[in-house]
């Protein structure tokens, strides 16, 4: 059995193999009913553009008009984050007055 911090308890099977059974004799496994609990939960996507590093000085220096340059090329392909974990990539668009990102890659979880 785990128990969770708030007091909630998860009893778990015997072994990897033996799965409480449920209708049909199917098993009751997140996994097997992803497409109906997942589908609507929301996620925060970022589109990140780049990374600049500078001392707190030069941060303070900024001001209106300040340019400060990222790690990337304008034709470097823009990271797509969920969580902090880049799940694809793409490139940047225009959508009507909106920026928006063409996804050019899958990133392989691996």
């Known amino acids: 059995m785990t128990s969770f911090p ?8 015997a ?14 496994t997140l996994a097997a009913k992803q497409d109906s609990i997942f589908a609507a939960v929301e996620v925060d996507i970022d589109a990140r553009l780049g990374n600049v590093s500078l001392p707190v000085s030069e941060l303070l220096a900024l001001s209106r008009d300040s340019v400060l340059t990222l790690d990337r090329t304008i034709t470097d392909p823009v990271d797509l984050r969920v969580n902090g974990a880049v799940v694809a990539r793409g490139e940047i668009v225009t959508v009507d007055d909106n920026f928006a990102v063409r996804i050019t890659e899958i990133v392989d979880p691996a």
Do not use: C, L, M, R
Request: aromatic share 0%.
């Open 6 to 13: 708030n007091g909630t308890d998860i009893v778990e099977p």
């Open 15 to 28: 072994s990897d193999t033996e799965q409480p059974p449920g209708k049909n004799g199917t098993a009751h």
